[in-house]
């Protein structure tokens, strides 16, 4: 499974920005889509994830004012708010069951990342 992210950019500080990540391959299935974010320095850390059935989980730090959706095979960040300390790259995730040749096979694919610079 293949994952676009797409979205990021430059943004002041309290304002918004929206993330997509698209899936594509012989999905068969999808449960799990989130995304991570690593900020420089500091180790990747989970932002937000969401399951097929539509249960979410936020980090502490971005609950009230991030929030997850899922569209079949393609997961939105919308983002508001935004602090400086959000700024890092945003890696969308996906677990997966895809089939790879004639191989049914359960993944976990990472997608390219994508820079979010919030300006104070």
């Known amino acids: 499974v293949q994952l676009q992210a797409s979205g990021g950019g430059l943004v002041q500080a309290g304002g918004p920005l929206r993330l997509s990540c698209a899936a594509s391959g012989k999905i068969i299935r999808i449960d799990d889509m989130g995304w991570h974010r690593q900020a420089p320095g500091k180790q990747r850390e989970l932002v937000a994830t969401t399951t097929s059935g539509g249960s979410t989980n936020y980090a502490d730090s971005v609950k009230g004012r991030f929030t997850i959706s899922r569209d079949k095979n393609t997961v939105y960040l919308q983002m508001n708010s935004l602090k400086p300390e959000d700024t890092a790259v945003y890696y969308c995730?996906?677990?997966?069951?895809?089939?790879?040749?004639?191989?049914?096979?359960?993944?976990?694919?990472w997608g390219q990342g994508t820079q979010v610079t919030v300006s104070s």
């Open positions: 995730l996906a677990d997966s069951i895809a089939y790879v040749g004639s191989d049914i096979v359960a993944e976990y694919s």
